[in-house]
C-alpha cells in the first residue's frame, strides 16, 4: 500500500521560500498569484492490507516525526 | 557544576563549548548522544552543527536520539539545559521550548557577528548578565528564523521569557538589525522556569579577544550563576 503525505506551512506563519517565490512570479508579469506556498510530499510503502489501520499508523507517523505540529499541517491519501 | 556537552553525529560546536566552559572553570564532559544516563551531570548543552545531517528538518531525528530521554528528564528537574544554534532547534523540536526555527527570510546561509539585547536576565542563559545589555556574538545559520504563533509569542513576552533580541549597536530592535526574519526580533527564548534555554548566535565563539568579542562569557556563564542563585552547589 503507497501512502502520499502533503506538508505545508500552517498559514499565517512566515514561509520565506514562498514569499520570495511570489515576488519573482509577480516581477515576471503573473499579477493574479495572490500568495505562494511550499510544502513537501513523503511517499511511503507499507506492509499489510488494513487500510484504516495502516491510515492510522501513518497519521501517528506524522504526529510524532515526518511534520512539526507547531508549524506544519498535514494530509494523508492512499495512491496506490 | 559538571556539564554533560552532547554530541549528536553532525555535530561540530562542541569543542567550542567545551572550551569556552573550560575558561569559565565550568567542568564538562562530551557525551555522544547513544548515552542514556545523565544522572552524573547538573546540567546539559546542545551545541551547534548538523545532527542527524537535518535530515527531514532541522532537530527533527535528534529530538529522538537515546539521550534526549535524559535530557528531558533533567529539564523537567529544573536542571540547567541549553541550547546553541542546532541545539536550541533541537529542544524546540523536542517540545522542551516553544515555537519553532524555519529558513532566513533571505534564503541565505548566515555567517557574520552580530548584536543581541538582553531582555531577561533570569534564566540559564542570562542569569550572568544585565537587562539591556547589547553583546556582539557571531550568527552561523540557515534556519534561524524563531517562528510562534501571535498568542504563544504574546506569552512568552508576558512571562519574560524572550531571552534575547537582534538589534543594531545601540541596541534599538530594528528590521534592518534583524538577520534573519525572526518574530519580534527573537534570538533566544526560555521555558517558563527559566532552566531550559535556546539561542541562535553562537556565545561560545565570543570568549576571548583573539575571536573579536568576549561577550559571550557571561552567557556561557550563566548556567552556573542560576544554579547559584537557586542555592544548588555549582
Redesign the interface.
Known amino acids: 500500500m503507497r501512502f502520499r503525505i502533503d506538508i505545508r506551512?500552517?498559514e499565517?506563519?512566515?514561509?520565506?521560500?514562498g514569499l520570495?517565490t511570489l515576488t519573482a512570479l509577480q516581477n515576471l508579469g503573473y499579477s493574479a498569484v495572490t500568495d505562494t506556498h511550499f510544502g513537501r510530499t513523503i511517499y511511503l510503502d507499507m506492509d499489510g492490507d488494513d487500510a484504516a489501520a495502516a491510515s492510522e499508523e501513518v497519521e501517528s507517523m506524522c504526529r510524532r516525526?515526518?511534520a512539526?505540529p507547531?508549524?506544519e499541517d498535514f494530509d494523508i491519501e492512499v495512491v496506490g | 557544576m559538571n556539564v554533560a556537552v552532547v554530541v549528536f553525529p553532525g555535530t561540530n560546536c562542541e569543542h567550542d563549548v567545551k572550551h569556552a566552559l573550560g575558561l569559565l572553570d565550568i567542568k564538562s564532559e562530551l557525551v555522544f548522544h547513544l548515552e542514556t544516563d545523565l544522572s552524573a551531570f547538573d546540567g546539559v548543552v546542545l551545541p551547534g552543527g548538523f545532527a542527524h545531517g537535518d535530515y527531514l528538518r532541522t532537530g527533527a531525528i535528534a529530538r529522538f536520539s537515546p539521550v534526549m530521554d535524559s535530557v528531558a528528564a533533567l529539564a523537567q528537574a529544573g536542571a540547567p539545559v541549553l541550547g546553541i544554534c542546532n541545539g536550541f532547534q533541537v529542544l524546540c523540536e523536542a517540545g522542551l521550548l516553544p515555537g519553532a526555527l524555519v529558513a532566513n527570510r533571505d534564503l541565505s546561509f548566515i555567517c557574520k557577528p552580530i548584536h543581541v539585547r538582553v531582555e531577561s536576565a533570569t534564566s540559564v542563559l542570562t542569569a550572568a548578565t544585565e537587562p539591556g545589555a547589547v553583546l556582539r556574538i557571531p550568527l552561523n545559520s540557515y534556519e534561524g528564523n524563531y517562528v510562534a504563533d501571535p498568542a504563544t509569542l504574546d506569552e512568552l513576552e508576558a512571562n519574560g521569557q524572550v531571552l534575547l533580541r537582534y538589534c543594531d549597536e545601540a541596541g534599538n530592535p530594528t528590521e534592518p538589525a534583524n538577520p534573519n526574519g525572526s518574530e519580534r526580533n527573537i534570538a533566544g527564548v526560555a521555558n517558563a522556569a527559566g532552566n531550559v534555554a535556546g539561542l541562535m548566535p553562537h556565545p561560545e565563539r565570543a570568549v576571548e579577544t583573539i575571536l573579536g568579542s568576549t561577550d559571550g562569557l557571561g552567557l556561557m556563564r550563566s548556567m552556573a550563576t542560576f544554579l547559584e542563585l537557586a542555592g544548588a552547589t555549582p
Open positions: 506551512r500552517k499565517g506563519l512566515s514561509d520565506p521560500e520570495t516525526l515526518l512539526n507547531v508549524i
